[in-house]
């Protein structure tokens, strides 16, 4: 089983350019979220999307945006890169109504330059 | 807005020990509460679930509780070991299926 499928794992990326991360999950989750970690930190909520075709912002969202591009894929994306987005992205998905835990990917480690 | 607390920040202990790690939460309408496990530079492991009918969960040597009225979960480790050397984090998942975590305990067991 797969569970949750990030890509890329890593990644440079110089100041004002742009990127999408991907997001895939295997569960049939109704709902996936993107977080980013910084060192020393816990996990901060970027976007959110409940349901298939629904996406709500979390305590971050500012210089993101995402796509919930169908039940199985949730990507962000970066419109123009910049040194303080530095940090490691996390992807998840769970189903609060099913009382299904959450699960992760493994992250991707993105350096803005 | 939900606002997710975990006390202590580290925590370092001989092997051996009993250990408890605390989480509290400010609105108690919650769907569920879930403990992970991150090892550095990993991603996050699922260790308890919670639903909010519920008021623990044991896998092992690891039992959580949930008081959702007082806006409390405690996850207690039994004769910690050296392996457990980890930074936990616990996270609720509130009405609007939002999933907020707590900044996480990050636990020492020394050998």
């Known amino acids: 089983n797969a569970g949750v499928t990030q890509t890329p794992k890593f990644q440079v990326l110089k100041t004002g350019q742009s990127m999408t991360l991907q997001c895939a999950q295997d569960?049939?989750?109704?709902?996936m979220y993107w977080y980013r970690q910084d060192p020393g930190m816990g996990l901060r909520l970027i976007y959110y999307?409940?349901?298939?075709?629904?996406?709500d912002k979390g305590e971050v969202p500012n210089g993101y945006n995402v796509s919930r591009l169908n039940k199985r894929e949730f990507s962000l994306r970066l419109e123009s890169a910049a040194p303080s987005q530095t940090s490691v992205y996390f992807c998840a998905s769970g189903d609060g109504l099913e009382g299904t835990e959450a699960f992760f990917g493994q992250g991707t480690r993105l350096t803005v330059v | 807005k939900q606002e997710v607390t975990q006390i202590p920040a580290a925590l370092s202990v001989p092997e051996g020990e009993n250990l408890v790690l605390n989480c509290s939460f400010t609105?108690?309408?919650?769907?569920?509460l879930q403990w992970f496990r991150q090892d550095p530079g990993k991603g996050l492991t699922s260790l308890l679930l919670?639903?909010?009918?519920?008021r623990e969960q044991t896998s092992g040597r690891l039992n959580a509780s949930l008081d959702k009225s007082s806006g409390r979960s405690t996850l207690y480790i039994a004769a910690s070991q050296p392996g457990d050397s980890a930074t936990y984090l616990c996270a609720v998942m509130d009405s609007s299926y939002k999933l907020i975590f707590g900044s996480g305990t990050r636990l020492l067991v020394r050998p």
């Open positions: 919670i639903q909010s009918s519920q």
């Open positions: 569960m049939n989750h109704n709902s």
């Open positions: 999307s409940a349901s298939e075709g629904t996406t």
């Open positions: 609105d108690s309408a919650i769907y569920n």
